[in-house]
């Protein structure tokens, strides 16, 4: 399994609760189709797709800032970072930090700069499903099997695929070719080939 990161366009939050800075939003929404991603497919998230992963005693989610590890804003263990799946999909409450970056961030969340929010997870084969459409493949995402991180970011539009995943979906994409008959083989008269075979002897005469 590889790393894979989608975004959303649901805008960012800002709120304060007793004097606190809160950002609130969703980082993915359940039965939304995506835009095309990579292979030429799109995506569609089952709802409880996040269940098990945060149900999950290793998963420890961290907030970033556009994926950047370097720019945390929040962490599930710190109690800085608290998710919850509901039937509109994954719904992330951060409590930025006091720092250059947590500054940063809610201002920048303020003047309606950072537009949307993104998530990075993997995905077992066994807990997606493939179907071709008229209008191209189609892939459905049962489960997800890990959950990494969230991040408010710049631009939501995340279309980073696998290349195992970009192969499956380009497999539906490829019509079968109908196999060629052999061509028949090529008929010449007697008398034709007599012809061909005395041109040739007086060209070389």
Do not use: C, K
Not at 35 to 44: D, I, N, Q
Not at 166 to 184: C, F, G, K, T, Y
């Amino acid at each position: 399994m590889e790393l894979e990161r989608r975004g959303v366009t649901v805008p960012v939050e800002y709120r304060e609760e007793d004097g606190q800075p809160r950002l609130t939003g969703y980082a993915a929404l359940y039965e939304s189709e995506s835009v095309v991603l990579p292979g030429g497919f799109r995506e569609v998230l089952r709802r409880g797709a996040f269940d098990s992963a945060l149900a999950a005693p290793e998963t420890d989610v961290v907030a970033l800032l556009n994926h950047d590890t370097n720019m945390i804003l929040g962490r599930q263990s710190a109690g800085t970072l608290r998710l919850a799946a509901d039937d509109r999909g994954l719904r992330y409450d951060i409590t930025p930090p006091d720092t250059q970056v947590g500054r940063d961030t809610v201002a920048l969340v303020r003047r309606g700069d950072l537009s949307g929010a993104s998530f990075a997870f993997t995905v077992r084969a066994e807990d997606e499903e493939y179907e071709r459409t008229a209008d191209g493949p189609r892939r459905y995402i049962n489960r997800v099997s890990g959950l990494y991180d969230v991040s408010v970011v710049l631009t939501p539009a995340y279309p980073e695929t696998t290349a195992a995943v970009r192969q499956r979906a380009a497999e539906l994409l490829v019509e079968p070719i109908a196999e060629q008959a052999e061509p028949a083989p090529l008929r010449v008269s007697p008398l034709a080939r007599a012809e061909h075979t005395a041109r040739w002897l007086r060209r070389v005469s």
